[in-house]
């Protein structure tokens, strides 16, 4: 292979919360099997591997970094991380996410270790260490995003809790004992006791009018209007305890291990470290391990950083934290040039209009890859507007 830039082409997932016409719209189709389109993947996930269009054939990203992993990654990366230590996405969010929350790398590893030596299966539904890696997440916003993130502030969540009359005790519990008494109360309160508590309280919501910066737009969302019949899903407090943040096209969040979060409703683009270690506390169906759960959880008020991030001549940077990846946006004008040397492997996604890159013309939707230690440049043959992934 002679060519060091490759057009890549990304995995779709089809999960049950994804839309039906963003995706496909964006990778220039119709939806006409009304599949849902949750995310676009593009990296070298060994589940869903990104394909490259070489010279010699498609060819999964994941299998030549096997095979050559200097060559793709840089020296520097591969003896840090050994893999593409990020996984990049495109999330059309229509129905809302289970709330979640990422171990730390350390607790990752032991609690890897742990389920091995237990011999917990890899794929068992009870299972919550997939592999030994911490799960540190950015996203920016395509368009209006609204999402949970973190605990309220101590008197806004006071305020919550006094003003529900179901909650009156709980706002008792919380100024005894903070965060963590609450959040341990409602995760282990037996069900009979939860649905007791909050079907009248639901009941209410779904009857009134309710703007989204309110939780109960999203738990009359969560049931479509209808009480439910069985047992009610614990995640409903988590709807009343975290900050309900709304991003606006292009500002961004980061989630570090420990902060509790859910996509409720909206577009993005999402890059993570790679791994699947998730923690869930509801709003699902899936396996809540609550013991397991509590440890990992930060018990702070948070409020919500959003990121509107830096300009810098053609380039938009978020400034993040994490070590595994980096995220930019790269806008120009038709006939305006980016001049760049990659330091590890990027990838850039196409949002809106056309791009000359080395050998390639691209255009909305598509997305290329740069191996490391490549001089390149972009031009905009209309305006354009990419994202950029790399490592830092
Ligand atoms: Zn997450």
Redo the contacts with the bound molecule.
């Keep these: 292979m002679k060519h060091k830039i490759f057009k890549l082409q990304g995995k779709v997932q089809h999960y049950a919360w994804g839309g039906y016409e963003f995706i496909p719209s964006l990778l220039g189709f119709e939806n006409t099997d009304h599949k849902p389109y949750a995310e676009y993947w593009m990296g070298a996930h060994p589940s869903a591997s990104g394909m490259l269009e070489t010279e010699e054939g498609l060819q999964s990203w994941y299998d030549l970094i096997q095979r050559e992993p200097i060559k793709h990654l840089g020296k520097k990366v591969y003896q840090r991380f050994g893999e593409l230590p990020y996984l990049f996405k495109v999330l059309d969010v229509n129905e809302m996410l289970s709330i979640?929350v990422?171990p730390t790398k350390e607790e990752a590893r032991k609690g890897f270790e742990r389920e091995e030596a237990a011999g917990v299966p890899i794929q068992a539904s009870h299972r919550n260490y997939k592999d030994k890696n911490h799960?540190p997440?950015v996203m920016v916003a395509l368009g209006d995003f609204w999402l949970l993130h973190g605990f309220k502030k101590e008197d806004e969540l006071q305020q919550t809790l006094n003003s529900i009359p179901e909650f009156d005790f709980l706002a008792k519990v919380f100024a005894a004992d903070g965060y963590y008494g609450l959040y341990k109360m409602v995760m282990e309160m037996p069900p009979n006791e939860a649905d007791e508590l909050l079907l009248p309280l639901i009941e209410r919501e779904i009857a009134a009018e309710h703007s989204k910066d309110q939780p109960g737009y999203w738990v009359s969302k969560l049931y479509n209007g209808i009480l439910p019949a069985g047992n009610v899903d614990r995640g409903i407090f988590s709807i009343y305890f975290f900050n309900i943040v709304e991003l606006k096209k292009g500002e961004g969040i980061y989630?570090g291990a420990g902060v509790p979060?859910a996509y409720l409703e909206g577009q993005n683009v999402e890059l993570m470290a790679n791994s699947d270690n998730?923690l869930r506390g509801g709003l699902t169906p899936k396996h809540i391990d609550v013991p397991e759960l509590l440890k990992h959880i930060v018990f702070e008020g948070v409020k919500p950083n959003i990121l509107a991030g830096n300009e810098l001549e053609h380039e938009i940077h978020y400034p993040l934290p994490a070590e595994d990846f980096g995220i930019s946006a790269v806008n120009l004008e038709y006939g305006r040039e980016y001049v760049s040397t990659s330091t590890s492997a990027e990838i850039f996604l196409i949002m809106k209009g056309e791009i000359h890159c080395d050998h390639l013309n691209l255009k909305r939707g598509e997305v290329f890859v740069v191996l490391p230690d490549t001089e390149y440049t972009i031009r905009g043959i209309e305006d354009a507007s990419l994202f950029k992934a790399f490592v830092p």
């Design positions: 979640q990422h799960k997440e989630q979060h998730v």
